[in-house]
């Protein structure tokens, strides 16, 4: 199947993952003019109105970057949309979306046939997270265009089940376009989605540690020189479960060890959190993946790096497959 207009430009086949506050439209346009997809939460403009100015600073610089590279064009940029029922800023933001054309929208948190027509009838795509074949399943039927796997693993909210299990479920019926999130930060993880059956990698945690994002010093560096193992799943902090740094959850005076549940009927993704210490703000999400992060670096140098270890990871695989054909 030939790739959808939007992601024809793609020098890589990653989305960065929008991440709540981390994620701003310098970020963003490093991501584009790297080639890979750069998505921004739209709840990270704030007041809303400033969500317009980002749009109109994101698709001017593309708009630039194509102009002077024609060789090497943008690659496009996504809007993430929380179409969860306590989001009361949908409709306007999904309004600013409209104004812009934005060419991918990312829905989580309930899939929606009204935000999935509109995004159409600008000619747009959708792109619906997804943790289970259920509500994968769910998503198609209300007309997403496509799905990102969020398998255990991943920075944020995330889900709990093996990749290769949701990945394997998905594709006994589905074989539209498929994003796989979870862990994954370096090559070798990209080339390994596609071979489970993903289309693209959906990178997140990786791109905290740029000089372009809008994090602490200190988070950035809790990344380089964070494991697996300091990664927390946890519900307490939004009413859904996600992926947190251990450090930033003891700084903030709790024990990662015993954290209590959360009501996932309380849950609130405008103010932030269901404690003292705000998510995202002072406890700080991230994917198992980030032992592969050794350093800060820019967002061209990190794409370069992906890229070299994505070839090698190739070159590899098909040596190591020689050895298994007759």
């Known amino acids: 199947m030939p790739?959808?207009?939007?992601?024809?430009?793609?020098r890589l086949p990653v989305i960065a993952a929008p991440m709540f506050i981390v994620s701003t439209p310098e970020l963003v346009i490093a991501q584009c003019q790297a080639g890979i997809v750069g998505s921004i939460p739209a709840l990270n403009a704030r007041p809303a109105a400033l969500l317009d100015e980002w749009l109109e600073r994101i698709t001017r610089a593309l708009a630039d970057h194509d102009r002077a590279h024609p060789e090497a064009p943008a690659a496009p940029?996504?809007?993430?949309?929380?179409?969860?029922?306590?989001?009361s800023r949908l409709d306007e933001d999904l309004a600013a979306c409209a104004r812009w054309k934005v060419p991918i929208v990312i829905t989580s948190l309930g899939a929606r046939e009204d935000v999935n027509?509109?995004?159409?009838?600008?000619?747009?795509?959708?792109?619906?997270?997804?943790i289970d074949d259920t509500f994968a399943r769910k998503a198609i039927d209300k007309g997403a265009d496509g799905l990102i796997a969020v398998a255990a693993g991943a920075g944020g909210h995330a889900g709990s089940l093996s990749p290769f299990?949701?990945?394997?479920?998905?594709?006994?019926?589905?074989?539209?376009?498929?994003?796989?999130?979870?862990?994954?930060?370096?090559?070798?993880?990209?080339?390994?989605?596609?071979?489970m059956g993903a289309d693209f990698a959906y990178v997140g945690s990786p791109w905290i540690a740029?000089?372009?994002?809008?994090?602490?010093?200190?988070?950035?560096?809790a990344i380089v020189?964070?494991?697996?193992?300091?990664?927390?799943?946890?519900?307490?902090?939004?009413?859904?479960h996600g992926n947190y740094l251990r450090g930033s959850i003891a700084a903030a005076g709790l024990d990662p060890d015993n954290l209590p549940h959360s009501d996932p009927s309380k849950m609130d993704f405008g103010a932030g959190s269901l404690t003292a210490a705000k998510a995202w703000k002072d406890i700080w999400g991230s994917g198992q993946g980030i032992?592969?992060?050794?350093?800060?670096?820019?967002?061209?140098?990190r794409v370069?790096?992906?890229?070299?270890?994505?070839?090698?990871?190739?070159?590899?695989?098909?040596?190591?497959?020689?050895?298994?054909?007759?």
Do not use: M
Not at 174 to 180: I, S
Not at 225 to 240: H, K, Q
Not at 291 to 301: F, I, L, Q, T, Y
């Open 77 to 87: 940029f996504a809007i993430n949309l929380i179409v969860h029922k306590t989001n």
């Open 225 to 240: 020189a964070g494991r697996a193992s300091d990664i927390v799943y946890s519900n307490l902090f939004t009413g859904v």
């Open 117 to 130: 027509r509109a995004v159409h009838d600008w000619g747009g795509l959708v792109l619906h997270d997804v």
């Open 165 to 195: 299990a949701l990945v394997q479920e998905i594709r006994e019926w589905f074989d539209g376009w498929l994003a796989l999130s979870g862990a994954i930060a370096c090559g070798r993880s990209i080339l390994a989605a596609q071979a």
């Open 304 to 326: 370069a790096r992906l890229r070299q270890q994505y070839a090698d990871a190739q070159g590899e695989l098909a040596a190591r497959a020689r050895l298994y054909i007759s």
């Open 210 to 221: 740029t000089h372009e994002a809008n994090a602490p010093e200190a988070y950035k560096q």
């Open 3 to 10: 790739l959808p207009r939007p992601f024809q430009h793609l």
């Open 291 to 301: 032992g592969a992060v050794k350093a800060v670096e820019s967002v061209a140098d």
